[in-house]
């Protein structure tokens, strides 16, 4: 029997969604990088009434919750200007949220989604940290916002380094109090800590999106030779991009801790010896695309 024939019908306009995701990690020189490529010609994000200012870089879309669940339009409105067109944003619209690591189901979805085949086009950047030296970075980050800020304009995330009686806690007492309980559970508070379970992150991204599709970046690389962590991107991207990385959003104050205490190092290196271990081994057995580092290089931890 003949099967009948049915008008083919259009399938819907894609909805054309950022060609680039910088998805972290925190506290790893990610906005050095976005900062170069924003200057360099990548189109940043739209920031919105009443968004603060450093949605220009980050849209946190992915990883909060009211953001998700407003969908892939919502997201996409963030890239769209008067004279940007589909094809812009096929190739130079950058979105640098730095917390979108954890998040690789959410993005899988949101680009199924937006349709166009662009799950299979989107470009990943991943830059990783040695977790003690990123997690210092993350508490400086939090005391210096919770000296600078009033209490009404800190969030459940600055406040993680808040002791009861309103001061700043130490590192130390951070790392006991905070990092390590955090590093137990899988959800809940702590979620910034947690972005050092690479090996955990990481098998998520290569099972939701092609190897090839993510570059993997050292920061010890970007910090020490950041020409050639300038060449892997620029390959990565297929395109030139000028200017050159430069130190971005180091919060430098007097309170500022350049080295963890002994101790703290000795806690915190204790549970991420064997994490760290687990993604050397990852990416031994998932290459990644050819500009990228290969063997990863181990990482330096602070002395
Ligand atoms: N060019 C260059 N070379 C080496 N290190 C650099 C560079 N640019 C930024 N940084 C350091 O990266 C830390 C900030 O990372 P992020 O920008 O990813 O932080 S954030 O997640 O966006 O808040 C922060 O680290 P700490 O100084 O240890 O806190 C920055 O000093």
């Not at 899988?186 to 508070?189: A, M």
């Given at each position: 029997m003949m099967e009948p024939e049915y008008p083919s019908r259009p399938s819907p306009a894609p909805t054309p969604l950022p060609a680039v995701q910088l998805i972290g990690a925190q506290k790893a020189g990610t906005s050095a990088v976005a900062d170069w490529l924003f200057e360099g010609g990548f189109q940043r994000p739209l920031v919105f009434e009443k968004?603060?200012?450093f949605y220009s870089k980050e849209v946190h879309f992915f990883d909060t919750d009211h953001r998700y669940h407003q969908g892939a339009e919502f997201y996409a409105k963030r890239f769209q200007s008067d004279n940007t067109t589909p094809m812009d944003l096929q190739s130079t619209a950058l979105d640098a949220t730095p917390d979108t690591l954890p998040f690789a189901d959410r993005v899988r979805a949101t680009y199924e989604s937006a349709g166009g085949q662009q799950v299979k086009k989107v470009k990943i950047i991943v830059i990783l940290r040695e977790p003690v030296s990123r997690e210092l970075s993350l508490y400086n980050h939090l005391a210096f916002d919770c000296r600078r800020l009033p209490s009404s304009e800190r969030n459940d995330w600055h406040n993680q380094a808040v002791k009861d009686d309103g001061s700043v806690m130490s590192f130390d007492d951070f790392v006991m109090e905070r990092s390590l309980p955090a590093l137990e559970r899988?959800?809940?508070?702590g979620r910034s800590t947690r972005h050092s379970l690479y090996a955990t992150h990481l098998r998520k991204w290569f099972e939701l999106f092609d190897r090839s599709q993510i570059l993997v970046l050292s920061y010890d690389e970007l910090r020490f030779h950041p020409e050639k962590t300038q060449e892997r991107i620029q390959s990565f991207l297929g395109r030139t991009v000028p200017g050159s990385l430069r130190r971005s959003n180091s919060n430098d104050n007097s309170y500022k801790i350049a080295l963890p205490s002994r101790d703290a190092k000795q806690a915190l290196a204790g549970v991420f010896a064997t994490l760290n271990e687990e993604l050397y081994q990852l990416l031994d057995s998932n290459p990644g695309p050819p500009m990228e580092q290969r063997p990863f290089p181990r990482f330096q931890e602070p002395p």
């Open positions: 968004e603060p200012w899988e959800t809940g508070p």
